[in-house]
């Protein structure tokens, strides 16, 4: 691990040095596109401070425990505007596929075929929703 310290404009970003480049051309992209910045609340953190976050999770909240984030390894980002950023970060590499925590984004902790699984199982829950309502629907006439 090789932490660097990068700006996207007022925000600040800790990350793995192989990854710096590809967070700072999503970055450029988006600024051009749109004129905001990827605003990073989250990136590398120690596992000293990933285990605080663990003890202190919320019922429900999506923590991984200490030693098994990519947080640590600095890899791993928490965007807030992760809906205008997603297109440009997924262009570059970093995979957001966690229903429960669209903000995080990291690149080697999801497989591109792991990706399209949790995708098609999302499009395939949507499916069967409306086939649900469909049949209710269907039920009242
Ligand atoms: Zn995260």
Same mark, same amino acid.
């Given at each position: 691990?090789?932490?660097?310290?990068?700006?996207?404009?007022?925000?600040?970003?800790?990350?793995?040095?192989?990854?710096?480049?590809?967070?700072?051309?999503?970055?450029?992209?988006?600024?051009?596109?749109? @004129? *905001?910045?990827?605003?990073?609340?989250?990136?590398?953190?120690?596992? +000293?401070?990933? &285990?605080?976050?663990?003890? !202190?999770? =919320?019922? @429900? *909240?999506?923590?991984?425990?200490?030693?098994?984030?990519?947080?640590? +390894?600095?890899? &791993?980002?928490?965007?807030? !505007?992760? =809906?205008?950023?997603?297109?440009?970060?997924?262009?570059?590499?970093?995979?957001?596929?966690?229903?429960?925590?669209?903000?995080?984004?990291?690149?080697?902790?999801?497989?591109?075929?792991?990706?399209?699984?949790?995708?098609?199982?999302?499009?395939?829950?949507?499916?069967?929703?409306?086939?649900?309502?469909?049949?209710?629907?269907?039920?009242?006439?």
């Amino acid at each position: 691990m090789n932490l660097t310290t990068i700006s996207l404009g007022a925000y600040k970003a800790t990350v793995d040095n192989s990854i710096a480049h590809n967070l700072v051309r999503a970055d450029t992209a988006l600024y051009d596109t749109t @004129g *905001q910045h990827i605003k990073v609340n989250q990136s590398y953190r120690s596992t +000293k401070t990933q &285990a605080e976050l663990y003890k !202190n999770r =919320k019922p @429900g *909240q999506r923590v991984a425990p200490p030693g098994k984030s990519f947080h640590e +390894k600095g890899l &791993a980002v928490d965007v807030t !505007n992760w =809906k205008e950023a997603e297109p440009f970060l997924r262009k570059e590499g970093f995979l957001n596929p966690l229903a429960d925590d669209k903000g995080h984004f990291s690149i080697g902790e999801f497989s591109a075929a792991k990706y399209k699984q949790i995708a098609a199982g999302g499009s395939m829950a949507l499916i069967v929703a409306a086939g649900i309502i469909l049949f209710f629907l269907m039920q009242r006439r």
